[in-house]
C-alpha cells in the first residue's frame, strides 16, 4: 500500500477586537494568491456586516468568499483535489464540529488559516 502523508497544519490569529486579525487574514490569503497556490475562504453567513460574500477588514481590505452556515456545508463546497488552504473568517461563529473538520483537513494536508 502506497501511502502518502502531507504536511498539512493550522495557523491561528487572535487577538482583541480592531487589533486587525481579518487584515492579517487577508495578508496571508494575498501571499497563497501570489504564489499560485490554490485557496478557498469561507465566513459565516450571519457576518453580513460589510458584505454577503466577501470578508472585508474595517479598513476596507477584502477578498471573495463563500459564506456558510457550519462545517457540513463547508465541506460540501470543497472540491475533490484539496486545495493548499483554506481560510476561514470569524471562526468563533461556528460550532464544535468545525474544530473536528479543519483538524481532519490538515490531517489531509491542507494549511488552515
Same mark, same amino acid.
Given at each position: 500500500?502506497?501511502?502518502?502523508?502531507?504536511?498539512?497544519?493550522?495557523?491561528?490569529?487572535?487577538?482583541?477586537?480592531? #487589533?486587525?486579525?481579518?487584515? *492579517?487574514? %487577508?495578508?496571508?490569503?494575498?501571499?497563497?494568491?501570489? /504564489?499560485?497556490?490554490? @485557496?478557498?475562504? +469561507?465566513?459565516?453567513?450571519?457576518?453580513?456586516?460589510?458584505?454577503?460574500?466577501?470578508?472585508?477588514?474595517?479598513?476596507?481590505?477584502?477578498?471573495?468568499?463563500?459564506?456558510?452556515?457550519? #462545517?457540513?456545508?463547508?465541506? *460540501?463546497? %470543497?472540491?475533490?483535489?484539496?486545495?493548499?488552504?483554506? /481560510?476561514?473568517?470569524? @471562526?468563533?461563529? +461556528?460550532?464544535?464540529?468545525?474544530?473536528?473538520?479543519?483538524?481532519?483537513?490538515?490531517?489531509?494536508?491542507?494549511?488552515?488559516?
Amino acid at each position: 500500500m502506497d501511502l502518502q502523508l502531507k504536511d498539512g497544519w493550522l495557523e491561528v490569529i487572535s487577538g482583541n477586537m480592531y #487589533a486587525g486579525k481579518t487584515e *492579517e487574514l %487577508l495578508r496571508r490569503v494575498r501571499r497563497i494568491e501570489y /504564489a499560485k497556490k490554490s @485557496i478557498i475562504v +469561507f465566513k459565516p453567513k450571519i457576518d453580513n456586516r460589510y458584505s454577503v460574500d466577501e470578508v472585508v477588514s474595517h479598513n476596507n481590505l477584502r477578498t471573495k468568499s463563500i459564506p456558510i452556515k457550519d #462545517a457540513k456545508e463547508m465541506l *460540501e463546497h %470543497l472540491p475533490e483535489e484539496l486545495p493548499y488552504a483554506i /481560510a476561514i473568517d470569524e @471562526i468563533q461563529f +461556528f460550532g464544535n464540529d468545525m474544530i473536528n473538520a479543519i483538524e481532519n483537513l490538515a490531517d489531509k494536508g491542507v494549511r488552515i488559516i
